[in-house]
């Protein structure tokens, strides 16, 4: 782990970045604000707040009282079934 001042951070930003996108630990030290670790986002990443994702598993729960699921079929393969949930979308 690469502990850095916040005045160290500013002045090697893109260098810090890249390490922390190698897999490098970095955690940033300010003074009055605390201690932060400086973590990638990936593609997979969800990026929403907690109201986005409680709205979001409200609606799935509506969906699904309502009948609106797709189910795997009878023999259909787990990897077929994923295909055609990600067809769907």
């Known amino acids: 782990m690469i502990v850095v001042s916040s005045r ?3 002045e ?3 260098k810090y ?3 922390a996108n190698d897999g490098q ?3 940033l030290k300010s003074r009055g604000r605390g201690s932060f670790r400086l973590t990638p986002i ?3 990443d969800a990026l929403m707040s907690e109201e986005e994702f409680y709205t979001e598993i ?4 509506q969906q699904a009282k309502e009948g ?3 189910k795997q079929h009878d023999g259909e393969s787990v990897d077929d079934f994923v295909n055609r949930l990600l067809c769907t979308e």
């Open 68 to 70: 609106k699921v797709l």
């Open 42 to 44: 990936h593609k997979d």
């Open 25 to 27: 630990d970095i955690v």
């Open 8 to 10: 160290e951070f500013r």
């Open 58 to 61: 409200d609606h799935s729960i």
């Open 12 to 14: 090697n930003q893109g």
């Open 17 to 19: 970045l890249d390490m």
